[in-house]
């Protein structure tokens, strides 16, 4: 398994590029890249030359997280400003904006059928679930705080959540906090099953492993990316090879490998069975913020692409084989 650099595009946005996902195909078109910055734009990408579809502009703020309903169809993108807004794909028009104050939004996903949007509620130590058919507010998984801290205690405002991943199967939800812990839910009971250990710095980043719905990869400020067993909550290991924090991380569809991104400017392939990155990409020159592995699919695509962007404004986008 290997990265080779296809295409860098210099300037892709004014500002730090913080968010990147990949569109799934449709029968009428292949997958499409997902940008969003802190220029407080959304940018729409067709591989292989990075060619620029459209620019949304719908945001008061900068852009922290992008997602890709798995249809294709829709896509949501979440900003400073407190809201989430639901577009469609192809024409960009304005589905649904959603309200998340008190509290500002990082990371969110799709749920595999792609029938829940999960949304990292930031301060409000909590993850928002809204039903996509209709786009009302259907849950809110609350993360325990520390109990009774003492008023010297810092810990009880730490329960920051950062970043959130769904199983393969949807039955699980995890979700990662600015204190290092990670929890996961049962979603069909809204019950908090366990707390995962591992990291004591913030856990900005998590992906599930797509061949084996236990398996949890995180990615921490603590430079390292570890892989739980979300089921049975042990900790299976911990690779380290980043000289700072880890700000992404995702599986490669095969399941083999995983890829992260680094504030030590460098994309990195790690090899799953050796637990050991067998491969580093230099080409940003300013920290790695998101990686996004293509998902399978779409009429006559056999190559694997992986996207990276940066602070440094730029998008690159590389062949996974």
């Not at 959540?161 to 600015?178: D, E, F, H, T, Y």
Request: glycine letters at 8%.
């Amino acid at each position: 398994m290997k990265l080779a650099g296809l295409k860098s595009i210099e300037n892709a946005h004014e500002d730090s590029v913080w968010a990147a996902t990949w569109v799934p195909a449709t029968e009428d078109r292949p997958a499409l890249l997902l940008t969003g910055s802190l220029d407080e734009t959304v940018k729409l990408w067709r591989p292989d030359e990075l060619d620029l579809v459209w620019t949304n502009t719908g945001h008061s703020l900068g852009v922290a997280a992008v997602a890709a309903h798995p249809s294709g169809v829709i896509a949501a993108s979440s900003s400073l400003d407190s809201f989430v807004r639901v577009f469609d794909v192809d024409t960009n028009a304005t589905i649904a904006v959603l309200e998340a104050p008190p509290s500002e939004v990082w990371g969110m996903q799709f749920e595999p059928k792609g029938t829940i949007l999960a949304v990292a509620g930031g301060s409000s130590a909590s993850v928002k679930l809204w039903d996509t058919a209709s786009w009302r507010l259907i849950s809110t998984l609350s993360i325990p705080r520390p109990e009774a801290p003492k008023p010297s205690d810092k810990s009880s405002s730490k329960k920051f959540v950062l970043s959130v991943a769904w199983s393969p199967n949807g039955k699980r939800l995890a979700c990662g906090s600015m204190d290092g812990t990670i929890c996961v839910f049962d979603v069909d009971r809204s019950k908090l099953l366990h707390e995962l250990e591992g990291h004591n710095m913030p856990v900005r980043s998590l992906v599930f492993s797509p061949v084996d719905p236990r398996v949890l990869f995180s990615g921490s400020d603590d430079g390292h990316v570890n892989m739980h067993d979300a089921e049975g909550k042990t900790l299976l290991g911990s690779m380290s090879g980043h000289t700072s924090w880890v700000l992404s991380v995702d599986a490669s569809p095969d399941g083999g490998a995983i890829a992260t991104g680094s504030s030590d400017r460098t994309v990195r392939l790690w090899d799953l069975k050796m637990r050991a990155a067998i491969q580093t990409m230099s080409n940003h020159n300013d920290q790695v913020w998101s990686v996004a592995f293509r998902p399978p699919g779409g009429t006559g695509v056999r190559a694997g692409r992986l996207a990276s962007v940066s602070d440094d404004k730029s998008v690159s986008l590389y062949d996974y084989s």
